[in-house]
Antibody, heavy 121, light 108 residues
């Protein structure tokens, strides 16, 4: 069965770095884009970044451009989110999600369980 | 960026009620609109894609409609497991796929 496992979250000080991982199983990983979505405590969902199936296209929300880098290793069925220069406003539960694209459009059809990132001095 | 506005922000309903949630886009998004729900402590789950298509495994009491800027999610007969927060998401503005702010469905 399709499974996404998020990991790498933790408590770090402002300005420091963290790397999140999203390990996938149960499907042909190299056929699917993967995105990160975050949810601040008590808030709604916010799209953060995404990467195409072959890693050639990468996308970011404006607030993380230049600070976050998304990458993937298709030999390890894993997507990474390198987060640098972290700010208090990056505090959130981070989910990875698989994108399924068809003639009817794109949707996030499977999600990880989330990994919590807390930025605090 | 395309802004997605849901209404209401919250609602109280009873088991068996018909529930309707609205999502409005700040510009036309064709039918590139998905619906998810999220239960406390859990990841979001896809319910409807491309405005009106039921995701595999999702009960038929869920339905979606609309195109352009105005969309609706309907639950025909609310069940205890449906109490959750519901989000719309536009996938028209590839790849900045914004979500609505959410609608919390609570037990009356």
């Amino acid at each position: 069965q399709v499974q996404l496992v998020d990991s790498g979250g933790g408590v770090v000080q402002p300005g420091r770095s963290l790397r999140l991982s999203c390990a996938a199983s149960g499907f042909i990983f190299s056929n699917y884009g993967i995105h990160w979505v975050r949810q601040a405590p008590g808030e709604g969902l916010g799209w953060v970044a995404g990467i195409s199936s072959d890693g050639s296209n990468k996308y970011y929300v404006d607030s993380v451009k230049g600070r976050f880098t998304i990458s993937r290793d298709n030999s390890k069925n894993t997507v990474y989110l390198q987060m640098n220069s972290l700010r208090a406003e990056d505090t959130a539960l981070y989910y990875c999600a698989r994108t399924f694209t068809s003639a009817l459009g794109t949707r996030f059809d499977y999600w990880g369980q989330g990994t919590l990132v807390t930025i605090s001095s | 960026d395309i802004q997605m506005t849901q209404s209401p922000s919250s609602l109280s309903a009873s088991v068996g009620d018909r529930v309707t949630i609205t999502c409005r886009a700040s510009q036309t998004i064709s039918s590139d609109l998905n619906w998810y729900h999220q239960k406390p402590g859990k990841a979001p789950k896809l319910l409807i894609y491309a405005a009106s298509n039921l995701q595999s495994g999702v009960p038929s009491r869920f339905s979606g409609s609309g195109s352009g800027t105005d969309f609706t999610l309907t639950i025909s007969s609310l069940q205890p497991e449906d109490f959750a927060t519901y989000y719309c998401q536009q996938t028209y503005n590839n790849p900045s796929w914004t979500f609505g702010q959410g609608t919390k469905v609570e037990i009356k």
